[in-house]
């Protein structure tokens, strides 16, 4: 298998054919890059072109580069060597399962160790506030269990290098604890998001407008200082959450609401 340690992405055109404003943009492994825009400005699409690593072959005629090097069409079209994984917006299951059945089958399938599927679970759990059993079928979960269980099984399990990630705020997860999580692991990450404290967790964000790359603005440390009393914010909306799901009253979480 090919071992991943960057990705290029070699500029093409926007909606009007007007060139995008960068002639290419190298990502590295471990680094977390954030995609940035309006709703119809075409975030998807540049994670799209990623993960079907374009060839000049899609309106946006973005080309896709690995370690600097066109990919082989058998990166390209075999699915057995993908190397890429995306979790979309809406994430459910349909196999008639067990969390844990599904998940030692897919270790199996790494050749993973076969303590693996447990460390799964308890990753994933740290992710959700609604808490995942081993024998629970894949198909009751909630989205955010879906989605934790996802990002877990591509941290622990999935040995794809790269990960691409629509909207990951939406699904009521512990959403920074994931990308953190994943570009722990080595991995290059993207994600697609609105959300503040997402987009000042990365690196860098890649700005969209009219399906075209207009901008990359670097993270500065002052953007990181703002993140972090943000992320404050965001700990104490996920715990009002958790307190309200579980039928708590919050009246004794107002004192500490203090910004």
């Known amino acids: 298998m090919t071992d991943i340690s960057d990705i290029t992405v070699l500029g093409g055109v926007d909606k009007d054919y007007n060139p995008e404003f960068i002639d290419e943009i190298h990502i590295r492994a471990g680094e977390i890059v954030g995609i940035v825009g309006p709703t119809g400005s075409g975030k998807s699409t540049l994670i799209s072109d990623i993960e079907q690593l374009a060839d ?19 990166l390209r079209m075999d699915t057995k060597k993908k190397r890429i ?27 993973k160790n ?22 629970s079928q894949l198909t009751i979960l909630s989205g955010g269990q879906s989605r934790a269980l996802m990002v877990a099984d591509i941290a622990i399990i999935s040995d ?13 997860i ?12 080595g991995k290059i ?9 997402l987009a000042l967790t990365t690196e860098r964000r890649i700005v969209m407008k009219n ?26 909306l996920m715990e ?16 500490r609401l203090s910004f």
Do not use: W
């Open 56 to 74: 000049r072959d899609t309106p946006s005629r973005r080309k896709i580069l690995i370690n600097g090097e066109e990919p082989d069409q058998g």
């Open 174 to 185: 512990r959403k920074r604890d994931a990308l953190e999580l994943l570009s722990g692991k």
């Open 85 to 111: 994984a995306q979790l979309s917006q809406n994430m459910r299951f349909l196999a008639d399962m067990t969390v844990v059945d599904f998940l030692r089958m897919h270790a199996k399938s790494r050749g």
């Open 211 to 236: 399906g075209g790359i207009t901008d990359i603005i670097e993270t500065t440390d002052v953007e990181r200082q703002m993140c972090a009393h943000l992320s404050r914010m965001d700990g104490y």
């Open 189 to 197: 990450v993207l994600v697609v998001t609105h959300d503040p404290v």
């Open 240 to 255: 009002l959450r958790d307190m309200i799901r579980s039928g708590r009253s919050v009246e004794g979480l107002h004192q």
């Open 160 to 172: 794809s290098p790269v990960v691409l990630i629509d909207e990951i705020e939406n699904a009521g």
């Open 114 to 135: 076969s303590d693996t599927p447990e460390r799964t679970i308890e990753t994933a759990n740290l992710l959700t506030g609604e808490p995942i059993s081993a024998d």
